[in-house]
DNA sequence: CTTGACCTTCCCATGATGGGAAGCCCTATC
DNA sequence: GATAGGGCTTCCCATCATGGGAAGGTCAAG
């Protein structure tokens, strides 16, 4: 099998698979007379493996890790749940970060006319930093600490 | 004043307030006799703006714009609006797949004891492809396609 | 004058991915 | 058997924002 068939066998792109031997996440595929390589089902197993932990936010060295479990048929899943809950609880920190980020423009933007006028909250937050949340409307003493 | 003082008044490091001269994001700064890059008042509500658009996860070329819109005083805020919902869109975009992955994997890692034992379907959905979505349990049509 | 803290530029690395060039190989068609 | 087109090889470069570090100039305090 060329890197041509074992990428659309796999999903994963040539480029990748050279790069993936190149750092070591999958071995050296064999070489044909010349100099092409060859891969087996069970690279392209492999190449699979890799494609859907990618697809699941895992990172390459997370995924090295992941592959070696996988192959010792000994190794106890502690380890590897241990991997998942660790990546979960990234996601999940990187969600909160990105979600008050939205949420913080989201409402910006609510307060933007977007029309002809140039006046926008939107700007004026960024130039003068985040608002000090929510006094009363009413509340006078603008004093910046 | 310094960079390094200019550094401390913004939060942006001495490293990336040189980066961003180096692409044009500001101009580049003043210098003294010997060769110091010399930082007004001024520059440094633009390094703050910048840092703020940072943290609310504009990129830099999104802020290129948001700073030429925020020193035309003439600018409608369509413009501003329209870079904003932009990237708000964007954020939750990312922020879906992100929960997505997270889901996916936390239901896994649910169903994996983390003991000294070997089975564990985390591993053996990353092996064998996703799940198709949940058949009956007692389905036994292992039938791969 | 020395010391230590600061500045300058320049190069390199990150992580995962793609683009592209130059050159070899294979297969199908004429 | 020659030729064309597509696939393979390696190598280099770019991305995006950030940091590390080296080599050397500068400044201020002791």
Same mark, same amino acid.
């Given at each position: 099998m060329n890197i041509g068939q074992a990428a659309r066998a796999s999903g994963v792109s040539a480029k990748m698979i050279r790069y993936y031997e190149q750092i070591g996440l999958i071995r050296p595929a064999d070489r044909?007379?010349?100099n092409y390589r060859s891969f087996s089902e069970r690279d392209v197993?492999? =190449?699979r493996f890799i494609k859907r932990g990618r697809s699941l936010g895992f990172s390459v060295e997370e995924i090295t890790n992941l592959l070696s =479990?996988?192959?010792d048929h000994t190794r106890p899943s502690r380890e590897v749940k241990a991997i998942a809950d660790a990546h979960v609880s990234d996601l999940r920190a990187r969600i909160a970060e990105m979600q008050a980020m939205a949420d913080t423009l989201a409402a910006l933007s609510e307060g933007c006319a977007g029309d002809d006028r140039p006046d926008c909250p939107i700007l004026t937050d960024l130039a003068a930093g985040p608002a000090p949340p929510a006094a009363n409307v009413g509340d006078r003493a603008g004093?910046?600490?």
């Amino acid at each position: 099998m060329n890197i041509g068939q074992a990428a659309r066998a796999s999903g994963v792109s040539a480029k990748m698979i050279r790069y993936y031997e190149q750092i070591g996440l999958i071995r050296p595929a064999d070489r044909t007379d010349s100099n092409y390589r060859s891969f087996s089902e069970r690279d392209v197993n492999d =190449l699979r493996f890799i494609k859907r932990g990618r697809s699941l936010g895992f990172s390459v060295e997370e995924i090295t890790n992941l592959l070696s =479990l996988w192959r010792d048929h000994t190794r106890p899943s502690r380890e590897v749940k241990a991997i998942a809950d660790a990546h979960v609880s990234d996601l999940r920190a990187r969600i909160a970060e990105m979600q008050a980020m939205a949420d913080t423009l989201a409402a910006l933007s609510e307060g933007c006319a977007g029309d002809d006028r140039p006046d926008c909250p939107i700007l004026t937050d960024l130039a003068a930093g985040p608002a000090p949340p929510a006094a009363n409307v009413g509340d006078r003493a603008g004093a910046i600490s």
